[in-house]
C-alpha cells in the first residue's frame, strides 16, 4: 500500500523557533509537494519538488525553504516561526509533473505560540 | 484570476438523502477537474478526474460530472460513512508548469 508519512502528527512551537517538518514517501515518485491547509482558504502550495535538490516556489513560499536530498524525503523549514505559520501542513507526492494524482501525508498541525 | 469555488460550505443529509455538491471554477486553460474527500485528522484521498466537459466518473454512491464551468459531486442515497469534507481542485498550466488550484471543500454530514 503506497505510502506517505509525515513524521509529527501535532507540533507545538515558539515564536522564533526554527521548525523542521519532515516528509517520507515510499512509492519512488518523482514529485513532492508542500500544502498548507487553513480554514475557509482550501489548500495552498508552499513548495514543490521535481527532482532531487531541485526546488520551486509555490503561491506562497514567504518564511518557508524546502529541501530535497534524497528522492524520498521533503523537508519544510520554518528559519523563525511566527504565529501566522499555525496551520495544518501536507505533504503529498505524485507520479506526474503537475500532481494529477496526489497522495497525502495525514498532515502536521503546526501551533506556534 | 485563477479560482475555484465550492457550494455548500456545509451540507446535512439524512441518510438516503440524495444530494449535489458544487465547483465551480476560473482558469485559462483547463487540465484536469479533480475531487478529494478528506476524512477528519487525515489528509485528501484521490476520489475522480476529469478531463472534458461532458465527462463522467462513478465510484458506488458517488458520480462526479463536468461542465465548461463547472463540475457536480452527486451523491446518491448516502450513508453515514460518507460524512466527510469533499475539495475539488482544477489543474492548471502556471507558466512553466501545471498547478493544482483547491477550493476551500464543502463538509458534508450524513445522519442515520
Known amino acids: 500500500d503506497v505510502k506517505v508519512t509525515q513524521s509529527s502528527r501535532y507540533l507545538v512551537k515558539r515564536t522564533g523557533e526554527k521548525v523542521f517538518l519532515e516528509c517520507v514517501q515510499d512509492m519512488d515518485h518523482e514529485n513532492m509537494f508542500w500544502y498548507r491547509q487553513d480554514p475557509g482558504l482550501g489548500l495552498r502550495l508552499i513548495y514543490f519538488?521535481?527532482?532531487?535538490?531541485?526546488?520551486e516556489k509555490g503561491d506562497i513560499p514567504e518564511g518557508y525553504s524546502v529541501s530535497r536530498e534524497k528522492k524520498e524525503r521533503f523537508s519544510l523549514i520554518l528559519e523563525s516561526a511566527s504565529t501566522n505559520q499555525t496551520s495544518m501542513y501536507l505533504c503529498?507526492?505524485?507520479?506526474?509533473?503537475?500532481?494529477?494524482?496526489?497522495?497525502f501525508g495525514s498532515g502536521t498541525q503546526l501551533s506556534v505560540l | 484570476e485563477d479560482q475555484v469555488t465550492q457550494s455548500p460550505e456545509a451540507l446535512r443529509l439524512q441518510e438516503g438523502e440524495s444530494s449535489s455538491l458544487n465547483c465551480s471554477y476560473t482558469?485559462?486553460?483547463?487540465?484536469?477537474l479533480f475531487w478529494y474527500r478528506q476524512d477528519p485528522g487525515k489528509g485528501p484521498e484521490f476520489l475522480f478526474t476529469?478531463?472534458?466537459a461532458g465527462e463522467e466518473k462513478e465510484k458506488e454512491r458517488l458520480k462526479a460530472t463536468l461542465t465548461k464551468k463547472e463540475s457536480f459531486l452527486h451523491i446518491t442515497a448516502p450513508k453515514p460513512e460518507d460524512s466527510a469534507t469533499y475539495l475539488c481542485?482544477?489543474?492548471?498550466?502556471?507558466?512553466?508548469?501545471?498547478?493544482?488550484?483547491f477550493g476551500a471543500g464543502t463538509r458534508l454530514a450524513v445522519h442515520p
Open positions: 481542485a482544477v489543474q492548471a498550466w502556471a507558466g512553466g508548469y501545471n498547478k493544482l488550484i
Open positions: 503529498a507526492s505524485s507520479e506526474g509533473t503537475g500532481g494529477e494524482k496526489l497522495f
Open positions: 476529469l478531463y472534458s
Open positions: 519538488s521535481y527532482d532531487v535538490k531541485m526546488k
Open positions: 482558469v485559462s486553460g483547463l487540465r484536469g
